[in-house]
């Protein structure tokens, strides 16, 4: 499992109970973060509670609206929206700035001590959607997601960053906040491979993907993508062929039902690999953590050969990075 703490350093609650409980990983969000050597402190803290030096820490780094480091700390970077308006006009200048943009997110995380960024979106929004997705895509196309998205995993796997993919099999279609409500897409199958699969299927050699808290009434009229074995082991994990690391998108977020038991033995029993619970509240992490066993057999393989695929850096300097961004991007950062 993945888990987050309430505030700005661990209480000596979540210190024991991270120590009797040895989560996966950790994730970070916006009220854990207040400078850097405190999101410094903190990280080697949650480390520190489990005994390992390299558990792998997560955050929500995207640029534009969702992008829990900001200035000073990291400047504020454009949205996928805006890096797409720059593909359209020039491929080339279009992918360099997406890759630089996730180098340049390398270079700030990995300062704090922070390992894996979820991101790319390889979501793909249509008309009328919610905009819970809207700005955060890089464009309408599977071909302008898939190329985008496979130039910021690079780059942040070019400065020893983890990427996670999202949100697999694709969130651009639901018409509300799964933060909030359960979305129901009823595209057929057809649409959903020709265009919400499509980038997921040509990116299936990266580590992580987080899954969609949606219903596709095509394919499991009952169960969203997170707890639907159909869609996790037919779709996912038969079709896309994918053999990474699988996480559940949040569990505490309001589009799953029932208590936490029984919403973490669903998503396990549908073939996820790792239980994501974001929000610190010790209950709720008690209760997932009750239905989570250590990781093992394939699932720990794959979380393994995850951790790997990050272990090299290129040789980019930060202030060149910088420099070039600027050129290819206005307004600079």
Request: net charge negative; proline share 5%.
């Amino acid at each position: 499992m993945i888990l987050g703490s309430s505030g700005l350093v661990l209480t000596a609650g979540e210190t024991e109970f991270f120590r009797a409980q040895r989560p996966w990983g950790f994730i970070l969000f916006a009220r854990n973060i207040s400078d850097a050597d405190q999101v410094r402190n903190l990280v080697a803290s949650m480390r520190a509670s489990i005994g390992n030096e390299s558990a792998p820490v997560f955050i929500d780094v995207e640029g534009g609206r969702v992008q829990r480091i900001r200035q000073p700390m990291a400047p504020d970077y454009p949205s996928a929206s805006e890096l797409g308006a720059l593909y359209r006009s020039d491929k080339v200048a279009g992918l360099r700035a997406t890759w630089l943009m996730s180098r340049l997110h390398a270079f700030d995380l990995s300062r704090l001590g922070i390992t894996a960024d979820c991101l790319p979106v390889l979501d793909i929004p249509v008309r009328g959607a919610h905009d819970v997705i809207g700005n955060r895509a890089y464009g309408h196309d599977p071909e302008i997601v898939t190329a985008m998205g496979k130039a910021a995993a690079e780059g942040l796997l070019a400065g020893g960053v983890l990427p996670v993919v999202k949100h697999v099999p694709g969130h651009g279609r639901a018409l509300v906040d799964s933060h909030k409500v359960l979305p129901v897409v009823d595209a057929s199958v057809e649409q959903l491979r020709s265009i919400d699969f499509a980038p997921f299927l040509a990116l299936n050699k990266l580590p992580m993907a987080m899954t969609a808290h949606v219903i596709y009434s095509a394919l499991d009229a009952n169960e969203p993508a997170t707890t639907s074995r159909n869609i996790l082991h037919n779709i996912v994990r038969g079709e896309m062929a994918y053999d990474g690391l699988i996480m559940s998108d949040d569990v505490s977020m309001q589009a799953l039902s029932g208590d936490f038991e029984s919403r973490t033995d669903a998503i396990f029993a549908a073939g996820c690999d790792v239980v994501l619970h974001c929000n610190g509240v010790m209950e709720e992490m008690q209760a997932v953590a009750g239905k989570t066993s250590a990781l093992s057999g394939v699932a720990l393989e794959r979380a393994e050969r995850a951790l790997k695929m990050a272990g090299k850096l290129d040789d980019t300097a930060e202030n060149s990075a910088r420099e070039e961004f600027a050129a290819l991007f206005s307004p600079a950062v």
